[in-house]
């Protein structure tokens, strides 16, 4: 392993940050003719076939039990739920206002470890995620009456990503990052594939398949490509740099974010939109200056 860097686990960290939304967009692209759930498997599909040469150039050890096969399996649950409920919201919504609302994701950990584990919150702590609540909101109310239930969708996304972050902690200390990805990988579509199979046909249309053309199996091979690099990167980044360093530039995502839904989509944020994200992004970055106080910022260690 090379000598920690932390400029180059900065330059890794923005490397995520502009390839991350380019994965959102392959899903955006792709949801123009290929069902949602179809989409949330071929994630998983690419993402694990990427993985692979990465998995044999590195050779990693598993050093894992058999209850981090649990593990593993919870997390690939938890990030299929994810994955289909961001893919569903970006059918419709524009990619910078569903990533802005699932910003709201370490408020959601820290809530739940407190229910959970009983994991003691300050008082800062509970106005700062109250106000970054009360930005996703603002975020959220104007497409409530465009969108309908769908604007809750990157909430639903932003649940289920805690808890597949709370399965990441259980075995991080035992199970080598790629090899968690590899596996993850294969679990989530030995779990999406039949699921469609049983929908092949029903007329349900988030989950019933069909046959990508070779645009929409570009934009497939994309979302898991994307996946893989920016998970790779971010893994990478997090050996060279602290979660305390790099935790801030987790928000350059937005305006790369806000960059692509106006150059692909010619999607551009509302005043609405830009005070609920600036309320988001302060709240966080007020939360992690908090938590680097005594303690690592509640970051996760991988992207959806």
Not at 140 to 154: E, M, R
Not at 180 to 201: E, Y
Not at 239 to 249: C, D, G, I, S, V
Request: with cysteine; hydrophobic share 55%.
């Amino acid at each position: 392993m090379s000598t920690p860097s932390p400029l180059r686990g900065a330059l890794l960290m923005v490397a995520f940050c502009i390839m991350a939304p380019l994965l959102d967009a392959c899903s955006k692209l792709a949801t123009e003719a290929i069902p949602v759930g179809q989409i949330t498997a071929a994630r998983f599909l690419f993402q694990g076939l990427c993985m692979l040469p990465v998995f044999a150039l590195m050779r990693p050890k598993w050093g894992g039990t058999r209850r981090d096969l649990f593990f593993i399996t919870a997390r690939a649950f938890c990030l299929i739920l994810s994955t289909y409920c961001f893919v569903a919201s970006v059918q419709f919504m524009p990619i910078a206002d569903a990533i802005a609302i699932v910003f709201v994701m370490p408020f959601m950990i820290m809530g739940l470890s407190r229910l959970i584990f009983g994991t003691p919150i300050g008082k800062q702590q509970v106005l700062a995620s109250l106000v970054g609540f009360g930005g996703a909101l603002l975020v959220i109310q104007p497409k409530l009456s465009t969108y309908g239930l769908v604007a809750l969708f990157p909430l639903g996304c932003a649940l289920a990503f805690s808890f597949y972050e709370f399965a990441t902690q259980a075995m991080s200390t035992r199970v080598d990052a790629v090899s968690m990805q590899l596996h993850t990988s294969l679990a989530g579509f030995a779990m999406a594939a039949p699921v469609l199979w049983a929908f092949d046909g029903s007329g349900v249309t988030p989950l019933d398949p069909v046959m990508p053309d070779a645009i929409n199996t570009l934009w497939l091979f994309g979302v898991g490509f994307w996946a893989a690099a920016s998970h790779f990167c971010m893994t990478v980044a997090m050996r060279h740099a602290p979660a305390a360093t790099l935790a801030p530039l987790h928000y350059l995502e937005l305006p790369m974010a806000v960059f692509l839904g106006y150059a692909i989509f010619g999607d551009f944020p509302n005043a609405y939109t830009w005070i609920g994200m600036a309320v988001i992004v302060g709240s966080g970055l007020y939360v992690i200056r908090l938590e680097t106080r005594g303690q690592p910022p509640l970051l996760p260690d991988e992207a959806i």
